[in-house]
């Protein structure tokens, strides 16, 4: 680049200012609504004026969902241990129910190895 002062960017016209909000319009009108977790944090998310905010919100600082109503805020998600599928199984079956499925089992196996 010969003869370039260093200062120049490449494409740009004297007087080119940032494309900004005179291009973009007007924003639409905005208002902040309150929202309270169980840790008593507060997040004041905007919204569109006239659009029906919705009853919960993700707190940004602890993930648990926030309400409107500071002194009675939604109760934080339950979570429950990992469970084997063994664990699920023994929820719906009995022993005796898992005993008798376990000799159906057994002699259906013991048939189809005398096939062949």
Request: net charge neutral; glycine share 10%; hydrophobic share 25%.
């Amino acid at each position: 680049m010969a003869g370039s002062s260093g200062s120049s960017i490449r494409g740009s016209r004297v007087g080119a200012g940032p494309m900004g909000e005179d291009e973009r319009g007007e924003p639409a009108p905005r208002v902040a609504i309150s929202f309270w977790c169980a840790n008593q944090h507060e997040s004041q998310p905007t919204f569109a004026v006239g659009v029906e905010p919705p009853e919960e919100w993700d707190c940004p600082r602890c993930g648990y969902p926030a309400g409107r109503d500071k002194d009675n805020p939604p109760a934080p998600p339950k979570n429950e241990p990992y469970k084997s599928h063994l664990a699920y199984v023994k929820e719906r079956r009995t022993n005796r129910d898992g005993g008798s499925l376990l000799r159906e089992a057994l002699k259906k196996h013991r048939e189809d190895k005398d096939e062949f």
